[in-house]
């Protein structure tokens, strides 16, 4: 079993939700792979879908690195459609929760592209400390009620971005 899909499979087993890996292909974030999460009916995220570069901690956290002007031109090209009430509404209040994805390490969103989901993602990098991919989960409110969940959650997804960004040559001690 690798790395990735086996480690996405650990992680949407103990999520109640899915586990999803998203790449930046074409200046476009596209899940690349998902295990889990067939029960939440209003998950969007498949393989080969394009997420929207505002509207999910996934696609967000891909553009941490990026100067503004670059994520303003990709914000540009890919729109501002305002899918839910909590889906940001302009590139200023995306370089904001890019801001806070580059303090704590990880992105999250809640009721932001897909009714009901929260996500958590946090970027993998390459050998050239460049982030290329996330790894993220994704689940319903329901799921997140017990006690101590979100934190699990939050180390299970940063542990295994950090293991990803290892087999890709990534040594250096930054997370974001």
């Not at 087993?13 to 209003?42: I, K, P, Q, W, Y």
């Not at 302009?90 to 592209?113: M, N, Q």
């Amino acid at each position: 079993m690798d790395l990735l899909g086996g480690g996405l499979a650990d992680l949407a087993e103990g999520s109640g939700g899915a586990a999803l890996f998203t790449e930046l292909v074409d200046n476009r974030a596209v899940c690349t792979a998902r295990h889990g999460g067939e029960e939440l009916a209003c998950l969007s995220a498949e393989v080969g879908r394009i997420m929207p570069l505002h509207a999910t901690a996934e696609a967000r956290t891909l553009m941490i690195d990026m100067p503004r002007h670059t994520v303003a031109r990709l914000l540009a090209d890919s729109g501002l459609t305002p899918f839910r009430p909590r889906t940001p509404r302009g590139v200023d209040e995306v370089i904001k929760r890019l801001a806070l994805i580059r303090r704590h390490g990880y992105g999250v969103s809640y009721d932001e592209f897909d009714s009901g989901i929260w996500s958590l993602a946090a970027p993998v990098r390459n050998g050239a400390e460049q982030v290329v991919a996330t790894v993220a989960v994704a689940t319903s409110e329901a799921c997140l009620s017990r006690p101590g969940v979100i934190d699990k959650l939050r180390l299970k997804v940063l542990k295994l971005a950090r293991d990803v960004s290892a087999e890709l040559g990534h040594r250096g001690t930054r997370a974001a």
